[in-house]
């Protein structure tokens, strides 16, 4: 390893490659392009930062394809090693949970020979895996979770299978490992429910490549008369598309292009598809509602900026890359004050938020900024400042490193070994908690009233 510790006894890196990094990622993460969607995707982009800051990763992940390498090089500074765990194909998460031990076996047996000098695992079932491992080698271990049961829990239409365990195993997880990364304020809260401790949680948010997601290039034509909304995203239920379909019945001068779901060629087929297109022929406003289906990311930009608005109408949203992508490609956002939302969109700087499952307060949002071009260029622009000042990636990286670097000062000054450590591992020092939740210096939310 090259970390070192000062004479104070601070954690101090040293460099390029300071420090030896491993995500962990059951799931296997998109790799490639920007724009893929989804919390997965973010950790490859995570990856990518950090070794831009001359860290050392290894990003682990479940192989879910024989044809694919063991090994490959991402970039500069980041190795992605396929880890087998059952079969290699695709599982769900409720069946590739009795593999995890087979995942936690094989990093046990990497990081045996060249231990990490700080693990970060992403999402409960590789937060199962990895914690085992790092308790059994005593290794820092960071978790984020991405997304928690007891949110999902409480929508009345869930987009998967539930596992009975997960709440359980979050909370394992979220009390056994050092620290926890929360991608918005919301999340702390959340997890505050769930019994952890504020003190052992920083805020960190997802992160968008401001250098792709630009005003500037290339824009999809618009092809109609009509205005254009775009939602981009999930066509299960909690994305609520019926809302913006029902909202589109209240703008007669508009038309809404929903991106997302299987490839086009595939459309036709799928459940949610159809059930979405029965709502918009319901509604009277089939002609005027476009499904382009699952795009590759490199289209996503100018898709984005080809749009009037862009709605974001989910019932419940972590973070919001959606809308957050949007923003860097200097469009207005409407979106549902849930979650991530409440931390990434600044009403009224950078558009609007909106209850959840009111496509009357939709429609109005939606309408106004319509019908104020004016209104549409300076939310744009705002938004475009705000996701170059706090969501470009050099910057999520740093906070990220900070948390690290945290968890790293504090086993410094506290051994291991020692029981106050253990205590604090498990969020009780001496005393009593911690303290109240940290929220990163480097990216710390403001006030929805912000734009900058």
Known sequence: MTSSTDALGAFAPEGPGSLAVALVSAPPAPLGEAGTGGWSAQIADLAGALAGRGHRVTLYTRRDDPDLPDRMTLRDGVEVRRVPAGPPEPLSMNELLPHLWELGRHLAGVWR???PDVVHSHGWLSGLAALRVARELELPLLHSHHSLGTVTRRQPQPAGPRHPRRI??????????DHIIAT????????????MSRGRISVVPYGVDTAVFTPHGPAAAPGTAYRRLLQLGSLGPHGDSVVSIAALALLPTAELVVV???PADRLDGDPEV???????????????VRFLGGVPGHEVPALLR??????????????GIAALEAMACGRPVVATAVGGHLDTVADPGTGR????????????????????????????????????????????????????????????????????????RRGRAPG??????????AVAPVSSSSVS
Not at 184 to 195: A, I, S, T
């Open 113 to 115: 020979v060249r231990p």
């Open 168 to 177: 359980a195993h979050e909370r394992e997880v979220g009390r056994g490992c």
């Open 184 to 195: 918005c304020r919301d999340e702390v809260v959340e997890l505050g429910r769930m019994g």
């Open 260 to 262: 997302g779901g299987p």
């Open 274 to 288: 159809r059930r979405l297109r029965r709502a918009a022929a319901d509604a009277g406003v089939a002609d005027r």
């Open 306 to 319: 080809g749009a009037d608005v862009v709605l974001c109408p989910a019932d419940h949203e972590p973070f």
């Open 353 to 424: 938020l909106v209850p959840p499952g009111d496509p009357n307060a939709l429609a109005r949002a939606a309408g106004e900024l319509l019908a104020d071009p004016e209104a549409r260029k300076a939310c744009g622009a705002a938004g475009r400042r705000r996701a170059l000042r706090r969501y470009g990636w050099e910057r999520v990286a740093a906070a990220t490193e900070e948390a690290y670097c945290a968890v790293l000062d504090a086993q410094c000054a506290v051994p291991r070994w020692s029981a106050t450590a253990a205590a604090a």
């Open 432 to 441: 009593g908690p911690f303290g109240q939740v940290r929220v990163s210096s």
